[in-house]
């Protein structure tokens, strides 16, 4: 009990013989603690210093009688002052734990998640992730491209060839830029997985499911291109869990039938045609996909017409469900 006021187990025990004894000269006390009187007598001053006894003449005045005092005043004092100290050790305590978390947090978003900005800086990390693939890569590819084009992409032709898994997805809208299918058509024929939705939610890029490329910002925005590069993370997870969930709702875009094998292939689309369909699956409208495929609007009709007759159907919507049963798209 009295540690807390800088005294010792001893020094209780002359305390405690204080209380019974209810007033003792040194002599008494040291009979009590079964030690000399000279022990006794520096036992007592300490006491008198603690300000847990007093001393008076004795009423005989053979020498000096020594009176416990009441505890609760000393001993009260000091454990207030050692509650204060127990709880600035705490606030201590929380603060240094919230810098070390803080820390922590800061260590893991530099390790998981890096800022690339610039639209150099941000077109070299995807050319470099591109030459360093191993075995796949993803991309969301919309309208406005923000570091490079589809058609500038040279590295993908590069990669397909030592045999990363290419698959695209690529917005609607992007099919009616000048050119597009064009490189559509040339990343098919060289491997690439092509498949076409009507919007899509981010721009985005994942080779070998280990690192994604996500630009920040948002189409419109006048500030220069920044890109979040990230790491294997809950937050890749999620990013693949979407492109999977997007690419399961898109619509194929294919130049040639699927398991056709060698032999001949009856009522089958020529490549054209089975790009023309994919178009049409897709929602681009006649206009651009003349306007893409370099023949007229009349010419895209007319074939569509075609495509029907043989389909043995009478509507567009009756050919996009025959091409889709017919494994046509």
């Given at each position: 009990?009295?540690?807390?006021?800088?005294?010792?187990?001893?020094?209780?025990?002359?305390?405690?013989?204080?209380?019974?004894?209810?007033?003792?000269?040194?002599?008494?006390?040291?009979?009590?603690?079964?030690?000399?009187?000279?022990?006794?007598?520096?036992?007592?001053?300490?006491?008198?210093?603690?300000?847990?006894?007093?001393?008076?003449?004795?009423?005989?005045?053979?020498?000096?009688?020594?009176?416990?005092?009441?505890?609760?005043?000393?001993?009260?004092?000091?454990?207030?002052?050692?509650?204060?100290?127990?709880?600035?050790?705490?606030?201590?305590?929380?603060?240094?734990?919230?810098?070390?978390?803080?820390?922590?947090?800061?260590?893991?978003?530099?390790?998981?998640?890096?800022?690339?900005?610039?639209?150099?800086a941000l077109r070299q990390r995807l050319r470099h992730l591109q030459e360093t693939a191993e075995q796949e890569a993803l991309f969301f590819c919309r309208i406005n491209p923000v570091a490079m084009s589809s058609a500038d992409n040279s590295e993908?032709?590069?990669?397909?060839?030592?045999?990363?898994?290419?698959?695209?997805?690529?917005?609607?809208?992007?099919?009616?830029?000048?050119?597009?299918?064009?490189?559509?058509?040339?990343?098919?024929?060289?491997?690439?997985?092509?498949?076409?939705?009507?919007?899509?939610?981010?721009?985005?890029?994942?080779?070998?499911?280990?690192?994604?490329?996500?630009?920040?910002?948002?189409?419109?925005?006048?500030?220069?291109?920044?890109?979040?590069?990230?790491?294997?993370?809950?937050?890749?997870?999620?990013?693949?869990?979407?492109?999977?969930?997007?690419?399961?709702?898109?619509?194929?875009?294919?130049?040639?039938?699927?398991?056709?094998?060698?032999?001949?292939?009856?009522?089958?689309?020529?490549?054209?045609?089975?790009?023309?369909?994919?178009?049409?699956?897709?929602?681009?409208?006649?206009?651009?996909?003349?306007?893409?495929?370099?023949?007229?609007?009349?010419?895209?009709?007319?074939?569509?017409?075609?495509?029907?007759?043989?389909?043995?159907?009478?509507?567009?919507?009756?050919?996009?469900?025959?091409?889709?049963?017919?494994?046509?798209?």
């Amino acid at each position: 009990m009295l540690d807390e006021v800088g005294l010792t187990p001893e020094h209780e025990r002359a305390y405690r013989a204080l209380v019974q004894l209810a007033g003792a000269q040194p002599g008494e006390v040291a009979a009590q603690l079964d030690t000399d009187e000279q022990q006794a007598e520096k036992l007592l001053a300490a006491l008198i210093d603690a300000g847990l006894a007093a001393q008076q003449p004795a009423p005989d005045g053979t020498g000096q009688l020594y009176h416990a005092q009441p505890p609760d005043v000393t001993l009260g004092a000091a454990l207030v002052r050692r509650q204060e100290s127990l709880e600035e050790a705490r606030r201590s305590v929380a603060q240094l734990a919230e810098e070390y978390r803080s820390s922590l947090r800061r260590h893991d978003a530099d390790e998981l998640v890096e800022i690339v900005r610039g639209r150099a800086a941000l077109r070299q990390r995807l050319r470099h992730l591109q030459e360093t693939a191993e075995q796949e890569a993803l991309f969301f590819c919309r309208i406005n491209p923000v570091a490079m084009s589809s058609a500038d992409n040279s590295e993908e032709f590069t990669a397909l060839a030592r045999g990363v898994h290419y698959r695209v997805i690529y917005e609607r809208a992007l099919l009616e830029e000048p050119g597009m299918i064009e490189s559509l058509e040339a990343g098919i024929r060289s491997g690439e997985q092509a498949r076409v939705a009507a919007t899509l939610p981010v721009r985005l890029a994942i080779f070998d499911r280990s690192v994604a490329v996500c630009p920040l910002v948002p189409d419109g925005d006048s500030r220069e291109p920044t890109a979040a590069v990230v790491g294997r993370s809950q937050l890749l997870d999620a990013l693949l869990a979407l492109f999977d969930s997007a690419w399961d709702r898109a619509s194929p875009v294919r130049l040639s039938t699927p398991d056709a094998g060698t032999g001949p292939v009856v009522d089958q689309p020529d490549t054209q045609e089975r790009l023309l369909l994919s178009l049409f699956v897709a929602g681009v409208p006649d206009k651009a996909i003349a306007s893409q495929l370099g023949i007229s609007s009349r010419t895209v009709q007319r074939r569509f017409g075609e495509l029907m007759a043989r389909a043995g159907v009478d509507t567009r919507p009756g050919l996009a469900f025959q091409a889709a049963r017919r494994g046509w798209v």
